[in-house]
């Protein structure tokens, strides 16, 4: 018996509209912000996928060579892949703004939470350096978050440019300034020492490391924690344009309606090496151990080691594989219509014609509907309607119909009424 490959798996049709009715919300969401949707390959030219990735990252790229030996990889987010289109079409509108769903792939250790296939939804805004643009990016977020029915939210921020500046005045040598982030960033993993031992093999002496890591622990409003930051950094020009980066984004935020939820946290880091500008998480209140939905920041430089003209870019990006199994958990479905509501049931061959014709006329008008193709008895078909979870079943009976009329049985309460043919979607409806 065969298994899908270790790290992923199937969704079943139950499944699969959970999944399906979470990427329509986001996708709605996307394109009322005026994002475009974009289709770019599942995987791309090995040399692509490396660039500004990390050691991390490459690490759990899926390589392969191709039969004429060409090195490829699968895809591991869609960030690469929209550079090399910016970068390469230049009769692109500026600003930019694309939208792109789909799997993904990293080579990591499967876990309850983790595969090594999992679905990312991005929005990306290319041409924009002013925050007004990460600004709109987190906007977009908190929309979609919105429409599928969360009402709280903690949202993260921080500044590369800031932690680097920090980073450097503890003494980091500055090609070790990413190593270092790299650090920093496992602190939500591993203890506060391992994260000394790790910045101090990176030429920082152990009571800097400690400083760092003590400067970098503070959070709270933006107003509060930026005035602290600026104090700190006032010698480094670098640091204090993320500061400055940081306050417009909250400024930007009073008007999008969501400012109320910005959290600055100097020791956000976030993994991935292209990030040059603002960094960003967002999670639900009230299940904040749960981690964060999505995430992204500022890229600026990666379009331009990609060969096009140097663009400004920001995004972000959701996990639909996060998002679904905590809306499960808030009872988020409960009250969405997923699946089949109708199933149309001949009572005999004399019929079925007209069954067929009734289940169209539903389908014409957008009703989902099932019809009987076994030719079960009514018993079987109820019982079919049942497993399936349909609300409502159409039974075309020889007897109704002569009367112009047939019988539609509520599934929960059982009560059958019959219903003139010319009337029956509206009573479907109603």
């Known amino acids: 018996m065969y298994q899908p490959p270790r790290g992923t798996r199937d969704f079943l049709p139950e499944e699969m509209y959970k999944r399906n009715w979470v990427i329509e919300r986001i996708r709605e969401v996307y394109e009322t912000y005026g994002f475009e949707p974009l289709g770019t390959p599942a995987f791309e030219s090995w040399e692509l996928l490396k660039v500004k990735s990390g050691a991390d990252v490459i690490n759990q790229i899926y390589y392969f060579k191709d039969k004429s030996d060409r090195e490829l990889g699968l895809r591991f987010e869609w960030t690469a892949s929209l550079a090399r289109v910016v970068a390469s079409h230049r009769e692109l509108q500026m600003p930019f703004k694309r939208y792109a769903i789909g799997p993904v792939w990293r080579y990591e250790n499967p876990s309850e939470k983790r595969y090594r296939e999992f679905w990312q939804a991005d929005a990306d805004v290319v041409g924009v350096s002013d925050p007004i643009a990460d600004a709109e990016v987190l906007a977009t977020a908190v929309s979609c978050l919105e429409k599928l029915g969360f009402s709280g939210f903690i949202i993260k921020l921080n500044d590369r440019r800031i932690l680097e500046a920090f980073i450097k005045k503890a003494g980091a040598p500055n090609e070790y300034i990413l190593d270092a982030i790299r650090a920093v960033d496992k602190l939500t993993k591993i203890s506060k020492d391992d994260v000394v031992a790790e910045l101090s093999k990176l030429g920082i002496k152990e009571h800097a490391a400690k400083k760092l890591l003590d400067d970098l622990s503070l959070t709270g409003t933006p107003k509060d ?104 958990m808030k009872n988020g479905f409960r009250d969405v219509k997923l699946g089949v509501d109708v199933l149309v049931a001949p009572t005999s061959e004399k019929v079925q014609g007209v069954a067929i014709e009734i289940a169209q006329e539903l389908r014409e008008a957008g009703e989902a509907t099932l019809l009987d193709l076994l030719g079960r008895r009514l018993s079987k078909q109820l019982d079919y309607a049942n497993k399936k979870q349909v609300s409502k079943v159409i039974i075309v009976g020889e007897r109704e119909l002569a009367e112009g009329c047939v019988t539609v049985r509520d599934m929960k309460t059982g009560n059958q009424v019959n219903v003139e043919r010319k009337n029956l979607l509206c009573y479907i409806r109603s």
């Open 225 to 328: 924690v930026l005035l602290k930051a600026r104090e700190g950094l006032k010698d480094s020009p670098k640091g204090l344009e993320g500061c400055l980066a940081l306050e417009k984004m909250a400024t930007y935020a009073e008007p999008f309606g969501y400012s109320e939820y910005l959290v600055v946290e100097l020791n956000l880091a976030r993994g991935l090496d292209y990030y040059t500008g603002p960094v960003f998480e967002v999670s639900a209140k009230d299940y904040e151990d749960y981690g964060s939905i999505a995430g992204g920041g500022r890229y600026d430089e990666i379009i331009g080691l990609f060969g096009g003209a140097p663009a400004p870019a920001t995004g972000i990006s959701f996990g639909i594989d996060r998002l679904v199994p905590l809306l499960e």
